[in-house]
């Protein structure tokens, strides 16, 4: 008697399993990873520079090496990326990205008299930098179980800086430093890029995506041809700098991807 019990409940425990959920292990859809996507992101950009600057001689001198880059700040923008991607049967997924970031971020940096002078401790220059875009081209490979996505990318970058340098000069009655005129020299540098990503699928094309961007530019050079030797007699001797930066831009991204031919 039990035994046939048994064998008449066995099948109703079975459909029950297959019914009732949480108890059944339902086969999921294989998400697949592969296509060219669109992105849309913003993002928070740290930027620092440390440099060397001389006078338009190339020689070094007291006033022109306090004006050295010395500078950290941060800001934010916005990004559109594109890529195509390939999804393998292993889970490996390589291809490649192109973005754009405009950005809003600038930092000021003051250089002081320090001659001992009247004038010590005032402001005998003040250097404005401000970077506008930065763009890159890397390679990515990553790994997709599922709806989730990491991967790390290299690559190119390419950037435009433009930075802005202020003279003062020294005045009495009262005795302060005032600015007289400024220049400005922009540049489109070249340098190089890593990053990684992580991405979550919500949809069968949209996918929310998290980015951590390092960017690196040596040696990017500046020139301020009318800079003069100091804030005193020295204005009215025209020395000239030139400047030679390496800058790190890093960003942190978040934002949407979307997965053209996929369904919404």
């Known amino acids: 008697m039990p035994g046939r019990l048994i064998k008449r409940l066995l099948p109703l425990a079975a459909l029950a399993c297959l019914t009732t959920p949480g108890l059944a292990q339902t086969p999921t859809s294989a998400v697949n990873w ?17 440099g ?39 889970g490996i997924i390589m291809g490649v990205e192109t973005d754009g970031a405009w950005l809003r971020q600038e930092g000021h940096q003051d250089n002081l008299v320090n001659s001992g002078n009247a004038w010590n401790g005032m402001p005998q220059a003040s250097i404005n930098r401000e970077t506008r875009w930065v763009s890159t081209l890397r390679a990515t490979v990553g790994y997709g179980d599922g709806p989730l996505m990491v991967s790390a990318s290299a690559g190119l970058a390419a950037a435009f800086f433009a930075d802005t340098r202020t003279q003062y000069q020294g005045v009495t009655s009262p005795t302060q430093t005032l600015a007289r005129f400024s220049e400005t020299d922009e540049k489109i540098a070249f340098g190089w890029t890593m990053g990684i990503a992580a991405a979550w699928r919500v949809s069968e094309a949209v996918s929310l995506r998290l980015d951590y961007i390092h960017t690196q530019f040596d040696q990017v050079g500046f020139c301020f041809p009318d800079a003069r030797a100091g804030v005193a007699s020295g204005f009215n001797t025209v020395q000239g700098r030139s400047i030679s930066n390496d800058v790190t831009i890093q960003m942190i991204r978040f934002g949407l991807t979307y997965a053209f031919g996929a369904v919404p």
Do not use: M
């Not at 592969?34 to 440390?50: E, I, K, W």
């Not at 006078?55 to 559109?80: I, T």
């Open 34 to 50: 592969s296509g060219t996507y669109l992105g849309a992101f913003a993002v928070d950009s740290f930027y620092s520079a440390r």
């Open 52 to 90: 060397s600057s001389r006078r338009g001689d190339g020689q070094y001198g007291s006033n022109a090496a306090d004006e050295a880059a010395d500078d950290s700040f941060r800001g934010a923008g916005l990004v559109l990326l594109l890529g195509y991607q390939h999804h393998y049967d292993s």
